[in-house]
């Protein structure tokens, strides 16, 4: 293979993952063009909680998932919602993420999280600060609340987890969580503090920012739709949207959309799209300080430029359906039952769709199929704390060197 220096590689997705692949390609010298078919930050990026949390690798493959799963679907106010006709198309998907669902496959895949999300920091203060993207972040850690000893100690084994993993962890108690945030609704009993969590001000700016920075120091950025790739017989890859281009490498970090690229050059792999909401409350942004997230409710909270952001929820519907307005309702319904003080009504909602793996782990590596094309998606609801240390490792990988971290447990031969 030439060396970075006479490659040119084409990253497909302009969401935290691509957008970082895009940047430490450039640093190892290949030349990158980042190509989405949408503005930089507009999918999945836009509309997450907005924290950089590295504590957040605790999975969602939770051991008592199995015995609450259907109580879960069928209960009103639930965090959990599916569409009934697509369903029977997520059975596959939904019976490999149940088997993940044990305690020995919960610490394996928190201790792989782990070392991902613990490196992330290393790899996203250096690219926001030459990028001038520092004043789009805030410090003052995360809350993870509880509403009942009962709850916490339901969650035992995640909590578990948290101090085993995570050296930042303090618990608190209703008085301190009280302390740090006085406009929380008394409901609270106990709370964990991770102090070395941060937050975005606005995840849409951050990535406008960095990819601004990526096209002065000669990258491209290409508005397309992707519509296939293809291996060359002389190893290059074939992009096709629009028109027709030929890469040395190529990167498929287009989230939940990627899985409308698996076919010709790159093998199908357990994909499904989580969709998730938000709503915004547009003059709140100081009614708390730090990034909230609530235990049992599926549900976080975040003070950002554009106001008070209220995130959650997982649906299982695909990519095609509507949004669900049930779901929004279910974040306004609980944002106000925790800050009472919010009585408007949301300025804005959104819907977006998380790329999910069965096994809470992303794929991070070369397409088994097609060599010359790296794997990089399935961030699930973390892609905004992991973002920019996965892009170290695609241009590790794309350079030949050996990453950072171990990244056997993302290997895409692992299905």
Known sequence: MPAPGEQNIAVIGAGIVGISSALYLQKAGFAVTLIDQDEPGHGATFGNAAALAPHAFVPINSPSIPRRLL??????????????????????????FLSHCTPAEVTRIAQAMHALLSSNLDYALPLLRESGASGLMRGGGYLHLYESDAAYRASAGEVALYKRFAGDVEEIDATEIRRLEPNLAPVFVRALYFHSALHYLSTVDVCA?????????????????????????????????????????AVLAAGAQARRLFGGAVEKLPLETERGYHIMFSGQAGIISRTCSSATAGFAMTPMTAGLRCAGMVELAGLDKPS???????????????????????????????????????????SARTANVILAFGHQHVGMSSGCVTGAIVADIAAGRTPPIDITPFSPARF
């Open 209 to 249: 920012t960095l990819v601004k920075y990526f096209c002065a120091q000669g990258g491209r950025f290409v508005r397309d739709e992707v519509r296939t790739l293809g291996a060359r017989s002389d190893g290059r890859i074939s992009v096709v949207g629009t028109q027709e281009s030929v890469y040395d490498q």
């Open 324 to 366: 669900n307005p049930a779901c929004h309702a279910y974040l306004d319904r609980t944002a106000k039952r925790f800050l009472p003080g919010i009585t408007e009504s949301p300025a804005s909602t959104w819907m977006g769709f998380r790329p999910s793996m069965p096994d809470a782990l992303p794929v991070i590596g070369r």
């Open 71 to 96: 109580p879960l679907l069928f209960a009103s106010g639930s965090p959990l919602s599916i569409d009934w006709g697509y369903a029977p198309r997520m059975l596959p998907w939904l019976l490999s």
